[in-house]
């Protein structure tokens, strides 16, 4: 089974094409970083113009890098939501035409599924139900997924989603964007514990999440404080602290919390993904509690973390497997909100 799948959720244009739901026949990603980073963040309207742009030559280079023809391709996939409705459109609408012109079948893929799908590419299937954080920059949710695909929904965030906190963090310092890969780069030669920022770990046993709070603290502290310097000369404090202190906090409440579903859960395995999951802190610190607890610990490749198509084409391919194809893709519409 060789599927093509297509994602343009945000403000990635990305085109893959994958045989048996895990062999990577090709993986092409037009990144549209350079283009937001003058906002300190994306920006719907320049996102979909700059999917337009891109989404037809993505899909060139996806199927010459596969070395397929159109023939060969069993099924079109493509990421119906959630996401940036204009965004989606573009990808969705591409993957409906080439469904329609080629009388191939269709498959609308969950965003989210397609997260959580990443953290088994590669790898055996797995048999048992694990919980699963699902953390970027515009999801942070746990879920706890059954061994025949069924997701059950445990907590989300009440405010911003852990991305973007960094980005907001990021832009508050006029570090760029991606803001995320910008704090972990800068945090690295930090102290962590140099200043104690609120963990929101809202009331009991919730497992819900709230980001707002630190990224005003972090506002706050600045604003007392004046602006960090890059080596804390003349009594001024530290970047490096300032950030690897702000990281800690997050990555603090996302271990926790997760730890915390997968007890309440009764399950010996987690798995961590989204764009932060590649934050080398958030790595570190689950590997280690995986020791400590005992877990099974499930993590992407890196470069399968943020955006791409080859999760959406491998969650097609377990949807075909659990429920066949859409019957009529010509009246599938893109879905901003879908958990």
């Known amino acids: 089974m060789i599927i093509l799948g297509v994602e343009s959720s945000c ?3 990305a085109a893959a094409v994958v045989e048996d739901g895990s062999r990577v026949l090709s993986d092409v990603v037009a990144s549209q970083a350079a283009l937001h980073g003058p906002y300190g ?5 320049l996102a979909s113009r ?8 993505v899909l060139g280079e996806a199927m010459h890098e596969a070395g397929v023809t159109w023939g060969q391709v069993d099924a079109i996939a493509a990421t119906q939501g959630p996401g940036l409705v204009g965004a989606l ?14 009388k191939k079948p269709m498959i609308a893929v969950n965003h989210l599924e397609g997260h959580i799908q990443a953290a088994f590419l590669g790898r055996d299937e797995l048999t048992r139900p694990f ?19 069924t997701t059950s929904f ?12 960094f980005d ?8 760029g964007y991606p803001g995320g890969v910008e704090i972990e780069r800068l945090a690295a030669g930090g102290d962590p514990h140099a200043f104690n920022f609120p963990r929101a770990y809202i009331d009991g046993q919730s497992l819900e999440f709230s980001f707002s709070g630190l990224k005003t603290s972090v506002a706050n502290f600045v604003r007392r404080n004046g602006p960090p310097s890059e080596s804390g000369e003349q009594g001024a404090y530290r970047l ?11 990555v603090d409440v996302l271990v926790n919390k997760t730890v915390r579903a997968a007890g309440m859960c009764s399950v010996g395995d987690i798995a961590v993904v989204g764009g932060v999951a590649a934050n080398l802190r958030l790595r570190e610190r689950f590997e280690e509690e995986a020791g400590m607890h005992r877990f099974r610990l499930h993590l992407p490749a890196r470069r399968y973390c943020t955006d791409n198509a080859v999760m959406i084409a491998a969650a097609a391919y377990r949807t075909w497997k659990r429920s066949g194809f859409c019957l009529d893709p010509v009246d599938l519409d893109a879905r901003s909100r879908w958990f």
Do not use: M
Not at 240 to 250: C, G, H, I, P
């Open 11 to 13: 403000d990635e244009t």
């Open 41 to 45: 963040g994306v920006v719907p309207e």
């Open 131 to 149: 919980v699963c954080l699902v953390v970027s920059g515009g999801h942070t949710a746990l879920y706890r997924v059954d061994p025949d695909g």
């Open 240 to 250: 490096a602290d300032l950030l690897a202190s702000f990281q800690e906090a997050v």
């Open 168 to 175: 907001k963090v990021a832009k508050l310092l006029a570090l």
């Open 89 to 102: 459109l573009v990808g969705l609408s591409a993957a409906k035409a080439l469904a329609y012109a080629l």
């Open 154 to 165: 445990l907590g989300s965030t009440r405010d911003d989603a852990a991305g973007e906190a």
């Open 50 to 57: 700059k999917h337009v742009e891109a989404i037809l030559p």
